[in-house]
Protein backbone atom coordinates (compact mmCIF):
# COMPACT_ATOMS: atom_id res chain seq x y z
CA UNK A 1 0.00 0.00 0.00
CA UNK A 2 2.83 2.69 0.46
CA UNK A 3 3.21 2.25 -3.89
CA UNK A 4 0.55 4.52 -4.95
CA UNK A 5 2.17 7.36 -2.45
CA UNK A 6 5.16 7.14 -4.43
CA UNK A 7 3.32 6.89 -7.46
CA UNK A 8 1.59 10.03 -7.14
CA UNK A 9 4.82 11.42 -6.30
CA UNK A 10 7.04 10.16 -9.25
CA UNK A 11 3.84 11.84 -11.94
CA UNK A 12 4.53 15.41 -10.05
CA UNK A 13 8.03 15.16 -10.36
CA UNK A 14 7.95 13.94 -13.88
CA UNK A 15 5.07 16.88 -14.40
CA UNK A 16 7.79 19.33 -13.15
CA UNK A 17 10.88 18.00 -14.51
CA UNK A 18 8.74 18.25 -18.13
CA UNK A 19 9.90 22.47 -18.77
CA UNK A 20 13.01 22.58 -20.82
CA UNK A 21 15.67 24.73 -20.32
CA UNK A 22 17.17 27.03 -23.35
CA UNK A 23 20.33 24.51 -23.89
CA UNK A 24 20.28 22.28 -26.98
CA UNK A 25 20.40 19.30 -24.43
CA UNK A 26 17.39 19.72 -23.04
CA UNK A 27 15.16 21.48 -26.28
CA UNK A 28 16.58 18.51 -28.28
CA UNK A 29 15.32 15.77 -25.80
CA UNK A 30 11.55 17.31 -26.71
CA UNK A 31 9.92 14.57 -28.31
CA UNK A 32 8.07 15.76 -31.34
CA UNK A 33 3.86 15.99 -31.33
CA UNK A 34 2.94 12.62 -32.53
CA UNK A 35 0.49 14.43 -35.36
CA UNK A 36 3.40 15.44 -37.47
CA UNK A 37 4.90 12.32 -38.24
CA UNK A 38 1.91 11.16 -38.89
CA UNK A 39 0.93 13.78 -41.32
CA UNK A 40 3.46 12.99 -43.32
CA UNK A 41 2.55 15.28 -46.74
CA UNK A 42 2.62 19.35 -46.22
CA UNK A 43 2.08 22.05 -48.71
CA UNK A 44 4.48 24.73 -48.33
CA UNK A 45 3.52 28.53 -49.69
CA UNK A 46 6.11 31.41 -50.51
CA UNK A 47 4.18 34.36 -51.23
CA UNK A 48 5.19 37.70 -50.92
CA UNK A 49 6.55 41.29 -52.50
CA UNK A 50 9.17 39.29 -54.31
CA UNK A 51 5.81 37.56 -56.04
CA UNK A 52 5.33 41.42 -57.96
CA UNK A 53 8.46 41.36 -60.08
CA UNK A 54 7.77 37.22 -60.07
CA UNK A 55 11.19 37.20 -62.24
CA UNK A 56 14.48 34.59 -61.37
CA UNK A 57 12.89 33.53 -58.21
CA UNK A 58 11.65 34.63 -54.40
CA UNK A 59 15.65 36.03 -54.36
CA UNK A 60 15.04 39.40 -56.69
CA UNK A 61 15.86 41.62 -54.37
CA UNK A 62 19.07 40.16 -53.48
CA UNK A 63 19.89 39.02 -56.41
CA UNK A 64 19.35 42.13 -58.13
CA UNK A 65 20.75 44.79 -55.17
CA UNK A 66 22.33 42.57 -52.17
CA UNK A 67 24.83 40.70 -53.75
CA UNK A 68 28.55 41.70 -55.34
CA UNK A 69 28.36 41.82 -58.38
CA UNK A 70 24.53 41.63 -58.80
CA UNK A 71 23.17 39.19 -61.38
CA UNK A 72 23.59 41.14 -65.09
CA UNK A 73 19.86 39.46 -65.83
CA UNK A 74 17.91 40.88 -62.80
CA UNK A 75 19.83 44.41 -63.77
CA UNK A 76 19.01 44.50 -67.37
CA UNK A 77 15.29 43.65 -66.27
CA UNK A 78 15.24 46.32 -64.24
CA UNK A 79 17.28 48.54 -66.73
CA UNK A 80 14.69 47.75 -69.41
CA UNK A 81 11.16 47.75 -67.72
CA UNK A 82 11.32 50.46 -64.79
CA UNK A 83 11.89 53.65 -64.91
CA UNK A 84 15.11 54.81 -63.38
CA UNK A 85 15.80 54.62 -59.63
CA UNK A 86 12.61 52.49 -59.08
CA UNK A 87 12.84 50.78 -55.39
CA UNK A 88 11.95 47.19 -54.77
CA UNK A 89 9.73 48.64 -51.80
CA UNK A 90 7.63 50.23 -54.68
CA UNK A 91 6.67 46.65 -55.90
CA UNK A 92 4.84 46.63 -52.26
CA UNK A 93 1.42 48.78 -53.69
CA UNK A 94 1.36 45.70 -57.00
CA UNK A 95 1.14 43.17 -54.35
CA UNK A 96 -2.65 43.44 -54.24
CA UNK A 97 -3.75 39.56 -53.74
CA UNK A 98 -7.60 41.14 -55.22
CA UNK A 99 -8.37 37.79 -56.44
CA UNK A 100 -7.13 35.55 -53.56
CA UNK A 101 -9.97 33.32 -51.86
CA UNK A 102 -8.54 31.40 -48.80
CA UNK A 103 -11.34 29.15 -49.15
CA UNK A 104 -10.31 28.29 -52.66
CA UNK A 105 -6.72 27.81 -51.77
CA UNK A 106 -7.77 25.59 -48.77
CA UNK A 107 -10.50 23.26 -50.89
CA UNK A 108 -6.99 22.99 -53.17
CA UNK A 109 -4.76 21.92 -50.66
CA UNK A 110 -6.65 19.83 -48.35
CA UNK A 111 -7.84 17.73 -52.23
CA UNK A 112 -3.77 17.42 -52.73
CA UNK A 113 -4.06 14.73 -49.06
CA UNK A 114 -1.80 17.28 -47.55
CA UNK A 115 -2.36 17.09 -43.90
CA UNK A 116 -0.85 20.54 -43.21
CA UNK A 117 0.46 24.10 -44.92
CA UNK A 118 3.04 26.40 -44.16
CA UNK A 119 3.07 29.84 -45.75
CA UNK A 120 5.60 32.51 -45.81
CA UNK A 121 4.50 34.90 -42.56
CA UNK A 122 7.83 36.53 -43.54
CA UNK A 123 10.80 36.16 -46.09
CA UNK A 124 14.28 37.71 -46.13
CA UNK A 125 12.60 40.72 -48.01
CA UNK A 126 10.98 41.15 -44.36
CA UNK A 127 7.62 41.80 -45.89
CA UNK A 128 5.54 40.16 -42.96
CA UNK A 129 1.56 38.54 -44.16
CA UNK A 130 0.06 39.98 -41.23
CA UNK A 131 0.21 43.26 -39.36
CA UNK A 132 3.42 42.78 -37.34
CA UNK A 133 3.70 46.44 -35.34
CA UNK A 134 7.60 45.89 -35.66
CA UNK A 135 7.30 46.06 -39.52
CA UNK A 136 6.14 49.39 -40.32
CA UNK A 137 4.81 50.22 -43.84
CA UNK A 138 5.69 46.85 -44.71
CA UNK A 139 3.39 44.26 -44.01
CA UNK A 140 0.35 43.05 -46.08
CA UNK A 141 -1.94 45.04 -43.70
CA UNK A 142 -0.71 48.70 -44.14
CA UNK A 143 0.31 48.18 -47.65
CA UNK A 144 -0.08 45.55 -50.69
CA UNK A 145 -2.56 43.62 -50.05
CA UNK A 146 -4.29 45.32 -47.08
CA UNK A 147 -5.31 42.35 -46.09
CA UNK A 148 -4.39 40.18 -43.19
CA UNK A 149 -3.38 36.91 -45.54
CA UNK A 150 -2.20 35.02 -42.34
CA UNK A 151 -4.88 35.28 -40.59
CA UNK A 152 -7.15 34.26 -43.42
CA UNK A 153 -5.27 31.56 -44.72
CA UNK A 154 -4.86 30.03 -41.23
CA UNK A 155 -8.97 30.16 -40.55
CA UNK A 156 -9.12 28.20 -44.13
CA UNK A 157 -7.19 25.95 -43.57
CA UNK A 158 -8.25 24.98 -40.13
CA UNK A 159 -11.83 24.83 -41.00
CA UNK A 160 -10.86 21.86 -43.05
CA UNK A 161 -9.01 20.10 -40.44
CA UNK A 162 -5.29 21.21 -41.86
CA UNK A 163 -2.74 21.95 -39.17
CA UNK A 164 -1.31 25.72 -39.95
CA UNK A 165 2.12 26.61 -40.03
CA UNK A 166 4.40 29.61 -40.56
CA UNK A 167 7.31 29.50 -42.35
CA UNK A 168 9.54 33.07 -40.92
CA UNK A 169 13.26 34.34 -41.85
CA UNK A 170 15.19 35.03 -39.38
CA UNK A 171 17.72 37.48 -40.54
CA UNK A 172 16.60 40.48 -42.78
CA UNK A 173 19.07 41.05 -46.01
CA UNK A 174 18.36 44.77 -45.89
CA UNK A 175 16.87 45.58 -42.43
CA UNK A 176 18.85 48.36 -40.79
CA UNK A 177 19.55 47.02 -37.26
CA UNK A 178 19.90 43.81 -38.66
CA UNK A 179 22.80 45.28 -40.85
CA UNK A 180 24.57 47.23 -38.14
CA UNK A 181 24.40 44.17 -35.33
CA UNK A 182 25.96 42.26 -38.71
CA UNK A 183 28.82 44.90 -39.19
CA UNK A 184 29.53 44.91 -35.05
CA UNK A 185 29.70 40.74 -35.71
CA UNK A 186 26.98 39.97 -33.61
CA UNK A 187 28.23 41.23 -30.85
CA UNK A 188 25.26 43.60 -30.75
CA UNK A 189 21.61 42.41 -30.40
CA UNK A 190 19.36 45.06 -31.87
CA UNK A 191 17.61 43.28 -34.47
CA UNK A 192 16.82 40.60 -32.17
CA UNK A 193 15.79 42.44 -29.29
CA UNK A 194 13.87 45.31 -31.10
CA UNK A 195 12.73 43.91 -33.96
CA UNK A 196 13.19 39.70 -34.14
CA UNK A 197 11.70 38.48 -30.91
CA UNK A 198 9.21 40.93 -30.53
CA UNK A 199 7.80 39.88 -33.44
CA UNK A 200 7.88 36.51 -33.06
CA UNK A 201 6.48 36.36 -29.92
CA UNK A 202 3.23 38.60 -31.10
CA UNK A 203 3.34 36.52 -34.31
CA UNK A 204 2.85 32.68 -32.23
CA UNK A 205 0.35 34.13 -29.42
CA UNK A 206 -1.75 35.75 -32.25
CA UNK A 207 -1.40 32.87 -35.23
CA UNK A 208 -0.74 29.98 -32.66
CA UNK A 209 1.31 28.18 -35.74
CA UNK A 210 1.40 24.32 -34.95
CA UNK A 211 4.76 24.39 -37.07
CA UNK A 212 7.41 27.59 -36.98
CA UNK A 213 9.43 26.86 -40.07
CA UNK A 214 12.72 28.73 -39.19
CA UNK A 215 14.90 29.91 -42.08
CA UNK A 216 17.38 32.73 -42.68
CA UNK A 217 19.79 31.64 -39.99
CA UNK A 218 22.82 30.89 -41.53
CA UNK A 219 24.68 34.24 -41.16
CA UNK A 220 24.79 34.40 -37.43
CA UNK A 221 25.34 31.53 -34.01
CA UNK A 222 22.05 30.67 -32.27
CA UNK A 223 22.94 32.83 -29.23
CA UNK A 224 22.84 35.37 -31.35
CA UNK A 225 18.96 34.67 -32.75
CA UNK A 226 18.54 33.70 -28.55
CA UNK A 227 17.00 30.49 -30.36
CA UNK A 228 17.08 28.42 -27.25
CA UNK A 229 15.34 30.90 -25.27
CA UNK A 230 13.08 31.65 -28.11
CA UNK A 231 12.26 27.47 -28.35
CA UNK A 232 11.92 26.92 -24.57
CA UNK A 233 9.36 29.07 -24.26
CA UNK A 234 7.58 27.93 -27.12
CA UNK A 235 7.96 24.31 -25.77
CA UNK A 236 6.91 25.88 -22.01
CA UNK A 237 4.58 28.71 -21.76
CA UNK A 238 3.26 29.24 -25.57
CA UNK A 239 -0.08 28.48 -26.88
CA UNK A 240 0.95 26.22 -28.68
CA UNK A 241 3.37 24.28 -26.26
CA UNK A 242 2.13 21.13 -26.90
CA UNK A 243 1.75 20.84 -30.71
CA UNK A 244 3.81 23.00 -32.00
CA UNK A 245 6.82 21.48 -33.86
CA UNK A 246 9.67 23.28 -35.55
CA UNK A 247 12.63 23.00 -37.94
CA UNK A 248 16.18 22.93 -37.00
CA UNK A 249 17.28 26.56 -39.10
CA UNK A 250 17.99 28.03 -36.00
CA UNK A 251 22.13 29.39 -35.94
CA UNK A 252 25.05 28.70 -37.90
CA UNK A 253 25.53 25.37 -37.59
CA UNK A 254 22.30 23.97 -36.05
CA UNK A 255 21.12 22.79 -39.73
CA UNK A 256 20.75 18.56 -39.20
CA UNK A 257 21.98 18.72 -35.33
CA UNK A 258 19.33 20.74 -33.56
CA UNK A 259 15.84 21.87 -32.74
CA UNK A 260 12.60 19.38 -34.03
CA UNK A 261 12.87 17.81 -36.91
CA UNK A 262 15.64 18.42 -39.29
CA UNK A 263 15.36 19.89 -42.94
CA UNK A 264 19.01 19.74 -43.17
CA UNK A 265 19.60 21.98 -46.59
CA UNK A 266 16.89 22.77 -49.28
CA UNK A 267 15.55 19.49 -50.75
CA UNK A 268 18.01 17.09 -48.47
CA UNK A 269 17.95 13.63 -49.95
CA UNK A 270 19.51 10.83 -47.56
CA UNK A 271 20.69 7.75 -48.69
CA UNK A 272 19.47 5.87 -46.04
CA UNK A 273 17.41 5.95 -43.25
CA UNK A 274 18.51 8.73 -40.83
CA UNK A 275 18.39 8.47 -37.33
CA UNK A 276 16.55 11.65 -36.42
CA UNK A 277 12.71 12.75 -38.05
CA UNK A 278 13.23 14.62 -41.00
CA UNK A 279 11.31 16.62 -44.06
CA UNK A 280 12.16 16.77 -47.34
CA UNK A 281 11.10 20.29 -48.82
CA UNK A 282 10.79 20.57 -51.97
CA UNK A 283 9.23 23.00 -54.93
CA UNK A 284 6.67 22.31 -57.98
CA UNK A 285 8.88 24.28 -60.13
CA UNK A 286 12.21 23.17 -59.90
CA UNK A 287 14.18 26.71 -59.96
CA UNK A 288 12.00 28.49 -57.27
CA UNK A 289 10.21 29.15 -54.44
CA UNK A 290 8.07 32.09 -55.45
CA UNK A 291 6.17 32.64 -58.53
CA UNK A 292 8.04 33.34 -61.81
CA UNK A 293 6.83 34.99 -64.52
CA UNK A 294 9.48 33.42 -66.45
CA UNK A 295 8.30 29.70 -65.34
CA UNK A 296 8.10 26.99 -68.34
CA UNK A 297 5.88 23.90 -68.24
CA UNK A 298 9.24 22.11 -68.96
CA UNK A 299 10.94 23.38 -65.53
CA UNK A 300 8.20 21.84 -63.18
CA UNK A 301 8.18 18.20 -61.43
CA UNK A 302 5.97 15.86 -63.51
CA UNK A 303 3.89 14.30 -61.21
CA UNK A 304 5.48 10.62 -61.23
CA UNK A 305 8.46 12.56 -60.22
CA UNK A 306 6.36 13.92 -57.31
CA UNK A 307 4.84 11.13 -56.31
CA UNK A 308 8.53 8.84 -56.70
CA UNK A 309 9.94 11.57 -54.67
CA UNK A 310 7.14 11.42 -51.92
CA UNK A 311 7.12 7.82 -51.66
CA UNK A 312 11.30 7.61 -51.21
CA UNK A 313 10.98 10.57 -48.88
CA UNK A 314 8.22 8.66 -46.83
CA UNK A 315 9.88 5.18 -46.65
CA UNK A 316 13.25 6.83 -45.68
CA UNK A 317 11.10 8.14 -42.67
CA UNK A 318 10.97 11.92 -43.46
CA UNK A 319 7.98 14.27 -44.45
CA UNK A 320 7.26 15.75 -47.87
CA UNK A 321 6.93 19.54 -47.73
CA UNK A 322 5.78 20.36 -51.49
CA UNK A 323 5.93 24.33 -52.81
CA UNK A 324 3.86 26.44 -55.06
CA UNK A 325 4.20 29.98 -55.50
CA UNK A 326 1.03 32.01 -55.89
CA UNK A 327 0.69 34.94 -57.97
CA UNK A 328 0.76 38.18 -56.74
CA UNK A 329 -3.06 39.05 -57.34
CA UNK A 330 -3.70 35.79 -55.54
CA UNK A 331 -4.31 32.58 -57.58
CA UNK A 332 -2.79 29.37 -57.40
CA UNK A 333 -0.77 29.03 -60.99
CA UNK A 334 -3.08 26.09 -61.93
CA UNK A 335 -0.32 23.51 -63.46
CA UNK A 336 0.57 23.75 -59.64
CA UNK A 337 -3.19 23.04 -58.84
CA UNK A 338 -3.36 20.26 -61.54
CA UNK A 339 0.24 18.73 -59.65
CA UNK A 340 -1.69 19.16 -56.03
CA UNK A 341 -5.16 17.70 -57.29
CA UNK A 342 -2.98 14.33 -59.06
CA UNK A 343 -1.57 14.11 -56.08
CA UNK A 344 -4.49 13.70 -53.98
CA UNK A 345 -6.06 11.37 -56.07
CA UNK A 346 -2.94 8.95 -56.32
CA UNK A 347 -3.53 9.23 -52.04
CA UNK A 348 -7.26 8.35 -51.99
CA UNK A 349 -6.27 5.08 -53.33
CA UNK A 350 -2.30 5.00 -51.82
CA UNK A 351 -3.05 6.90 -48.92
CA UNK A 352 -3.23 4.03 -46.21
CA UNK A 353 0.07 3.28 -47.12
CA UNK A 354 1.78 6.71 -46.88
CA UNK A 355 0.01 8.52 -43.67
CA UNK A 356 0.60 7.19 -40.37
CA UNK A 357 3.34 4.83 -41.42
CA UNK A 358 6.70 3.48 -40.33
CA UNK A 359 9.86 2.79 -42.58
CA UNK A 360 10.25 -0.70 -42.04
CA UNK A 361 13.25 -3.28 -41.45
CA UNK A 362 14.10 -2.35 -45.43
CA UNK A 363 13.47 0.73 -46.82
CA UNK A 364 13.90 -0.27 -50.52
CA UNK A 365 14.97 -2.74 -52.70
CA UNK A 366 16.29 -3.35 -56.11
CA UNK A 367 14.46 -6.83 -57.40
CA UNK A 368 12.74 -6.92 -60.67
CA UNK A 369 12.34 -2.84 -60.17
CA UNK A 370 13.50 -0.39 -58.00
CA UNK A 371 10.64 -0.60 -55.01
CA UNK A 372 10.24 1.76 -51.71
CA UNK A 373 8.71 -0.08 -48.56
CA UNK A 374 6.77 1.30 -45.57
CA UNK A 375 5.25 -0.73 -42.79
CA UNK A 376 2.29 -0.97 -39.84
CA UNK A 377 3.20 -3.81 -37.98
CA UNK A 378 2.90 -6.85 -39.95
CA UNK A 379 1.78 -5.26 -43.26
CA UNK A 380 4.45 -3.90 -45.47
CA UNK A 381 3.89 -1.96 -48.45
CA UNK A 382 5.71 -2.12 -51.72
CA UNK A 383 5.39 1.14 -53.96
CA UNK A 384 6.49 0.19 -57.54
CA UNK A 385 7.69 3.63 -59.82
CA UNK A 386 7.67 1.74 -62.59
CA UNK A 387 5.43 -1.41 -64.33
CA UNK A 388 7.56 -4.26 -64.05
CA UNK A 389 8.35 -5.43 -67.57
CA UNK A 390 6.22 -9.05 -67.47
CA UNK A 391 3.36 -9.12 -65.05
CA UNK A 392 4.83 -10.36 -62.09
CA UNK A 393 7.40 -9.16 -59.54
CA UNK A 394 9.75 -10.43 -57.24
CA UNK A 395 10.46 -9.03 -53.78
CA UNK A 396 13.72 -10.15 -52.07
CA UNK A 397 13.04 -9.23 -48.57
CA UNK A 398 10.11 -9.89 -46.71
CA UNK A 399 9.27 -12.90 -45.22
CA UNK A 400 6.42 -14.84 -45.98
CA UNK A 401 4.44 -17.15 -43.84
CA UNK A 402 1.06 -19.11 -44.93
CA UNK A 403 -1.28 -16.43 -43.55
CA UNK A 404 0.50 -13.91 -45.81
CA UNK A 405 -2.07 -12.14 -47.90
CA UNK A 406 -0.78 -9.63 -50.80
CA UNK A 407 -3.24 -7.08 -52.57
CA UNK A 408 -2.94 -4.04 -54.93
CA UNK A 409 -4.22 -1.06 -53.42
CA UNK A 410 -7.37 0.10 -55.46
CA UNK A 411 -7.87 -3.76 -56.87
CA UNK A 412 -10.27 -6.15 -55.16
CA UNK A 413 -9.32 -9.50 -54.03
CA UNK A 414 -5.80 -10.94 -53.10
CA UNK A 415 -3.03 -11.52 -55.59
CA UNK A 416 -1.23 -14.79 -56.27
CA UNK A 417 2.14 -15.20 -54.75
CA UNK A 418 4.98 -17.95 -54.35
CA UNK A 419 7.81 -17.91 -52.34
CA UNK A 420 10.75 -16.70 -53.81
CA UNK A 421 13.79 -18.54 -51.70
CA UNK A 422 13.96 -20.78 -48.60
CA UNK A 423 15.19 -17.92 -46.02
CA UNK A 424 12.42 -15.74 -48.08
CA UNK A 425 10.83 -13.03 -50.95
CA UNK A 426 8.10 -13.63 -53.14
CA UNK A 427 7.10 -13.70 -56.88
CA UNK A 428 3.83 -11.78 -56.77
CA UNK A 429 1.27 -12.29 -59.87
CA UNK A 430 0.15 -9.01 -61.07
CA UNK A 431 -3.06 -7.69 -62.25
CA UNK A 432 -2.74 -4.95 -65.57
CA UNK A 433 -1.50 -2.02 -63.70
CA UNK A 434 -4.10 0.64 -63.95
CA UNK A 435 -2.55 3.53 -66.29
CA UNK A 436 -2.99 6.70 -63.59
CA UNK A 437 -1.17 10.10 -64.49
CA UNK A 438 0.75 9.04 -61.38
CA UNK A 439 2.22 6.00 -62.86
CA UNK A 440 2.65 4.32 -59.26
CA UNK A 441 1.20 0.91 -57.56
CA UNK A 442 1.11 -0.06 -53.97
CA UNK A 443 1.71 -3.99 -52.90
CA UNK A 444 -0.14 -4.62 -49.75
CA UNK A 445 1.80 -7.73 -48.01
CA UNK A 446 -0.21 -8.36 -44.80
CA UNK A 447 1.36 -11.02 -42.15
CA UNK A 448 5.06 -10.97 -42.93
CA UNK A 449 8.14 -9.96 -41.28
C1 LIG B 1 18.34 36.45 -24.80
O1 LIG B 1 19.38 35.64 -24.29
C2 LIG B 1 20.05 36.20 -23.20
C3 LIG B 1 21.24 35.30 -22.89
O2 LIG B 1 20.81 33.98 -22.64
C4 LIG B 1 19.10 36.37 -22.02
O3 LIG B 1 19.76 36.97 -20.95
C5 LIG B 1 17.93 37.25 -22.47
O4 LIG B 1 16.97 37.30 -21.46
C6 LIG B 1 17.30 36.70 -23.72
N1 LIG B 1 16.27 37.62 -24.18
C7 LIG B 1 15.13 37.23 -24.70
C8 LIG B 1 14.18 38.33 -25.05
O5 LIG B 1 14.85 36.07 -24.90
C1 LIG C 1 18.60 0.98 -56.63
O1 LIG C 1 19.39 1.34 -57.74
C2 LIG C 1 19.53 2.73 -57.92
C3 LIG C 1 20.21 3.00 -59.23
O2 LIG C 1 20.99 1.92 -59.67
C4 LIG C 1 20.27 3.30 -56.73
O3 LIG C 1 20.45 4.68 -56.87
C5 LIG C 1 19.46 3.03 -55.47
O4 LIG C 1 20.15 3.47 -54.34
C6 LIG C 1 19.15 1.55 -55.34
N1 LIG C 1 18.18 1.41 -54.27
C7 LIG C 1 18.29 0.53 -53.29
C8 LIG C 1 17.23 0.56 -52.27
O5 LIG C 1 19.21 -0.26 -53.22
Known sequence: MMLAPFLILAAVV???????????????ARPLP???????????????VFSVPGFGSEWFWWHWQGQQPPDPKCVDYMRKNYPP??????????????????DEWAD??????????????????????WQSPNSWN???????????????????????????????????????????DKKNGFKTQDFVMHKLLPEIYNMVVRYKPEVIWSDGDWEAPDTYWNSTELLAWLYNDSPVRDTVVTNDRWGAGCACKHGGYYNCEDKYTPGQLPKHKWEKCT????????????????????????????VQTVALGGNYLLNVGPTPDGMIPVAFEERLRGVGAWLKTNGEAIYASKPWRVQGENSTITVWYTSKGSTVYAFMTVKPPKHT??????KTSASTKVTLLGNPGPLSWVPLRPTG?????????????????????ENVS
Do not use: C
Request: net charge negative; aromatic share 14%; proline share 6%.
Open 138 to 180: WNSVDNGPHRDLVGDLGEAVRKRSLHYGLYNSLYEWFHPLYLN
Open 283 to 310: SVDTLSWGYRRNMKLSELMSLPSIIGDL
Open 14 to 28: AGTAARYTADWTSLD
Open 34 to 48: SWYDEAKLGIFIHWG
Open 85 to 102: GFSYPEFAPQFHAQLFDP
Open 108 to 129: IFKASGAQYVVLTAKHHEGFTN
Open 425 to 445: GLTVQLPDLPDTPAQAWTLKM
Open 393 to 398: VQLWEP
